[in-house]
């Protein structure tokens, strides 16, 4: 296993598409975490799931943010009409019970 | 409400010599706590952790002290190297509290820059 993988690395979508970004967390690990970093910010949390239930999701995580993890592996987070501020790093994270959580490279999303 | 605050937004230091890193906490229900570097277009990398139960962690180079009273950890390097600088970022958790909360909440980084 190589780690928490993110697809896609990088995306540009005009203002008002929909996005979606995967991540596959590594295989043992059940819990899985959503972040988004802006320039100069540290990561800020956005939802977070323990196998297939989606147990806890930030005010950040507005009505057009939606989360899924289907069967407990990999995990989906769509962006439906997109605006420039939603332009950041979204950063995929896993973690099992005793350990730290572990991210992945990230997908930069670009809003124009 | 920043409930982790790393105020240096960077440091320069000498290769070979000490590097320490601040940062403090507001939410007393904190009870883990760990440091993260990360580069440019990565993802953080974990370095080390405490628990609320320690008051210092050490691991090879990097050592974490945490002051609970002072609501204050810091982060030591030594010695330093060039490979260390990156962005570092300090994160809690208040996992064993009771809030039952297992999110990661982070300070802002420090940029380090190890000068050779």
């Known amino acids: 296993d190589t780690g928490v993988s993110q697809d896609p690395r990088h995306k540009i979508t005009k203002r008002g598409q929909n996005v979606t970004f995967r991540c596959d967390p590594i295989s043992e690990h059940n819990r899985l975490y959503w972040y988004r970093q802006t320039l100069g910010q540290g990561p800020e949390f956005l939802t977070y799931?323990?196998?297939?239930?989606?147990?806890?999701k930030s005010r950040l995580l507005s009505d057009r943010f939606s989360a899924e993890r289907p069967k407990g592996s990999f995990s989906t987070l769509e962006i439906q009409r997109t605006e420039q501020g939603d332009s950041a790093m979204y950063l995929c994270?896993?973690?099992?019970?005793?350990?730290?959580?572990?991210f992945g490279q990230g997908t930069r999303l670009t809003v124009v | 409400d920043q409930q982790v605050k790393q105020n240096s937004p960077s440091l320069s230091v000498q290769e070979g010599r000490i590097s320490i890193l601040n940062c403090d906490y507001t939410?007393?229900?904190?009870?883990?706590f760990l440091w993260y570097k990360k580069y440019p277009a990565e993802g953080p990398t974990f370095l080390i952790s405490i628990s609320s139960i320690k008051d210092k962690n050490e691991d090879g180079r990097f050592t974490v002290f945490l002051n609970k009273s002072a609501k204050h950890l810091s982060l030591h390097i030594v010695p330093s190297q060039p490979g260390d600088s990156a962005v570092y970022f300090c994160?809690?958790?208040?996992?064993?509290?009771?809030?039952?909360?297992?999110?990661?909440?982070f300070g802002k980084g420090t940029k380090l820059s190890v000068i050779p």
């Open positions: 994270a896993s973690t099992d019970l005793n350990t730290e959580a572990f």
């Open positions: 799931f323990q196998n297939e239930a989606q147990l806890e």
């Open positions: 939410n007393s229900m904190f009870d883990y």
């Open positions: 994160a809690a958790s208040a996992v064993n509290s009771g809030a039952g909360s297992y999110q990661l909440t």
